[in-house]
């Protein structure tokens, strides 16, 4: 835990910034981060025996919802508001991520709402969602 607060202090420093301007913990090991603005917020895992996080879905993730299967992510790719990419992410199997086997990804509203079913998550709804990046 110290170290990851020290490169956490570290990187802040050298980037210039004072802290994050996110940093929402979801669930298990997935938070919203944004280093300086919140167009940057991207969703990242971060694993507590490593230091550190990793991007999942890049920013600007906007909208998130989640159950202790799966999670649902709106995102807007590079900040571009006339397009919404959605993505399912399995996160039972959050260690296999970084293979990207677990993340469904982009799919269009269409896509998403028809896998949505097959997966029998049509109900999830998106609970946390920044209406200034929406």
């Known amino acids: 835990m110290?170290?990851?607060l020290l490169i956490l202090v570290v990187i802040g420093l050298f980037s210039g910034c004072q802290g994050f301007v996110t940093q929402d913990h979801l669930i298990d090991n997935y938070y919203l981060v944004a280093v300086d603005d919140g167009i940057q917020t991207d969703l990242s895992y971060c694993p507590p025996d490593e230091d550190g996080c990793s991007p999942v879905i890049p920013y600007t993730v906007f909208a998130?919802?989640?159950n202790e299967s799966y999670m649902i992510v709106k995102q807007h790719p590079?900040?571009?508001?006339?397009?919404v990419n959605y993505y399912i992410l399995s996160v039972k199997d959050a260690k296999k991520w970084a293979g990207r086997d677990t993340v469904i990804m982009p799919?269009?509203?269409?896509?998403?709402e028809k896998q949505s079913k097959e997966l029998?998550?049509?109900k999830l709804r998106f609970t946390k969602i920044y209406k200034d990046l929406e």
Do not use: A, P, Q
């Open 2 to 4: 110290r170290k990851k």
């Open 64 to 66: 998130v919802g989640y």
């Open 78 to 83: 590079n900040y571009d508001k006339r397009i």
């Open 107 to 112: 799919l269009s509203l269409e896509k998403f």
């Open 120 to 122: 029998n998550i049509e």
